[in-house]
């Protein structure tokens, strides 16, 4: 009988094959004392199981294939970095040695630190960290409780799909390269690296489905939608069949959209839309350019300084900018850091106790301003780098004119130090402030006069207009991109910067999301920037849209009295 299932569809695609599940995810592990004659060798034993796991490692890393997505040898790097991180190791050592207590025990001792300091972090990033201390310690308990995780690595020749408690990175690269289809998982979410890698990897996956080992059966055929997040078991032929229509579609819309690829993002009564990518690591600038962007409007430069220890140099940073700079054709657009308050990097210092609010603390520009020489030199290293092409500098966070001023004065500082060098830099580098902060939107027309452009930043915008934490789960419900104020503010900001003369663009993820493409068009918005993988879709929406039309709608729908017109208008622009 066919069973029905839901959980959270994270990665798009539909795939139909045999369930294959991993076993052996949850290890019973049991503290036991050591005399203090057998401590050193305890010590040894865990410091041979990390040395077998930082093995395995290396060599799923090596096995990566070349042209892969940057941020997939970034996760096992990062798992790498952990494996040796003094952190976990030095703790672990510690606890054999002071508790007297075998090696598995030990380090799960310093795995609920560690996890209990990750579960406080406000950040999406750092938060799915947790994520990575839980995958990093099992793959070390598993040596040294000789409980290897039962992959069907080599044995997978049958198209499956993987049916698993969690999944680590390196499973998810190895079972990719053999025949695995599509992933369900029980634990995990939207931001679990599961999520991330599926959809790097273009492989369908639901995620956060409670008990999945127990409710599928090892052989039997299931249905999974990556989309909507069901999995259907043991379907009847009527839902096989109509499935597979459904895949062939999916397949003909895809070749349908490549096709787009090279074709102008017109409007059908030709207003000319700027569609670019968001970045996060060099490596990236190859997929924006596969989906046919037009430059990056949002090159995230924290990924630099995370996973990694201590803080890039001058040289370094220079190195990677100018790799993308050369890389990508036309412009693009590169945010200065936002780091700060929980978003910690290991420079050895620690700007602070832990706020309460870190949201609202010293986090991007703030930190910036309060640490110049940190912001001196990446300022110094992304000036350099604009001689390679055609560089523009996003500052994020700013909520004041003050600091806009602050900034650009320390950027004119650089530039001076930099010719006095005799180093070269671009006549002309355009400075931006993104609008993320309700007082940006509101003072923008203020702003817009210090500023050669804006870039709406969204998903800061939301939280912070709405006072919802973005990676709060429980007021995850409230968090609406069409909620009456935040378009407002968006207009706002839109008007503002068109009045002024200055571009404005948006690089939130709602920019990239296609049930609100007409709406932007309508509120006049020419240059949006998103994931690469989104370019393509909007760029069709863009293609099939009538931006006179569209602007007459979206005036109603702001005209709108009550909540009820309100709704009626924002469905009346849809095709
Ligand atoms: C945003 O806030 O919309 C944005 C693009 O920046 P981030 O998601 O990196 O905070
Ligand atoms: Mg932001």
Not at 29 to 52: H, S, W
Request: charged content about 25%; some cysteine.
């Amino acid at each position: 009988m066919s069973l029905w299932l839901s959980g959270i569809g994270v990665s798009r695609g539909i795939a139909i094959a045999r369930v294959q599940k991993l076993h052996g995810g949850d290890l019973e592990i049991a503290e036991y004392a050591v005399t203090p004659e057998e401590l050193d060798r305890e010590v040894e034993r865990f410091r041979d199981a990390q040395n077998q796991a930082l093995a395995q490692l290396h060599e799923v890393r090596s096995r990566i294939p070349p042209g892969t997505p940057g941020d997939i040898a970034a996760f096992i790097d990062t798992h790498l970095l952990m494996l040796d991180d003094r952190s976990l190791v030095d703790a672990t050592v510690g606890h054999i040695r002071t508790l007297g207590i075998n090696a598995e025990a030990a380090l799960r001792r310093s795995r609920d630190a560690l996890v209990a300091v990750f579960e406080q972090m406000e950040d999406p990033y750092l938060r799915t960290r947790r994520d990575d201390v839980e995958h990093v310690v099992s793959r070390v308990q598993r040596v040294l409780t000789k409980s290897e995780r039962a992959l069907p690595d080599a044995g997978l020749t049958e198209p499956c799909v993987i049916v698993s408690d969690d999944i680590t990175p390196a499973d998810i690269i190895l079972l990719s390269q053999q025949s695995m289809l599509a992933i369900v998982t029980e634990y995990g979410g939207p931001l679990s690296h599961t999520a991330i890698l599926a959809r790097s990897l273009g492989i369908p996956a639901v995620v956060g489905l409670h008990n999945a080992r127990k409710l599928l059966r090892e052989n039997e055929t299931v249905i999974v939608d990556g989309e909507h997040g069901h999995v259907l078991a043991d379907p009847d032929a009527k839902a096989l069949d109509h499935y597979r229509r459904k895949q062939d579609q999916q397949a003909e819309d895809r070749r349908l959209l490549q096709s787009l690829r090279d074709k102008p993002a017109l409007s059908r009564d030709g207003v000319g839309v700027r569609l670019q990518a968001n970045i996060e690591l060099p490596e990236d600038a190859q997929e924006a350019e596969a989906n046919g962007a037009a430059g990056v409007g949002l090159y995230r430069t924290e990924f630099l300084y995370m996973n990694r220890k201590g803080l890039p140099t001058e040289e370094e940073q220079y190195e990677a900018y100018s790799r993308v700079v050369s890389a990508v054709k036309g412009p693009i657009t590169i945010r200065t850091l936002d780091l700060g308050a929980d978003k910690q990097v290991d420079s050895g210092q620690r700007h602070g106790p832990t706020p309460n609010n870190p949201a609202l603390g010293l986090r991007a520009i703030r930190l910036c301003l309060k640490e110049p020489e940190l912001f001196r030199v990446q300022m110094r290293a992304l000036l350099r780098a604009s001689a390679h092409g055609q560089v523009r500098i996003m500052l994020p966070m700013i909520s004041s004119l003050a600091e806009l001023r602050q900034a650009r004065t320390l950027i004119s500082a650089c530039r001076t130090e930099l010719a006095r060098e005799g180093r070269k830099v671009a006549d002309h580098i355009p400075v931006g402030a993104m609008i993320e902060v309700p007082a940006a939107a509101i003072a923008a027309p203020l702003l817009a006069r210090e500023v050669d452009f804006f870039s709406i930043g969204t998903n800061d915008l939301i939280q912070y207009t709405l006072a919802i934490d973005r990676v709060d789960d429980e007021v995850n419900y409230l968090y609406d991109p069409l909620h009456p104020a935040v378009l407002r503010l968006i207009r706002m900001t839109i008007e503002a910067g068109h009045a002024a003369g200055i571009e404005v663009g948006m690089c939130g993820e709602m920019a990239g999301d296609v049930r609100y493409t007409r709406l932007l068009l309508g509120l006049g918005l020419t240059e949006f920037s998103m994931h690469p993988a989104n370019v393509l879709e909007v760029k069709r929406a863009v293609r099939e849209s009538e931006v006179g039309d569209l602007r007459a709608k979206v005036d109603r729908v702001f005209a709108a009295t009550g909540m009820d017109e309100f709704e009626r208008e924002l469905q009346a622009l849809k095709p």
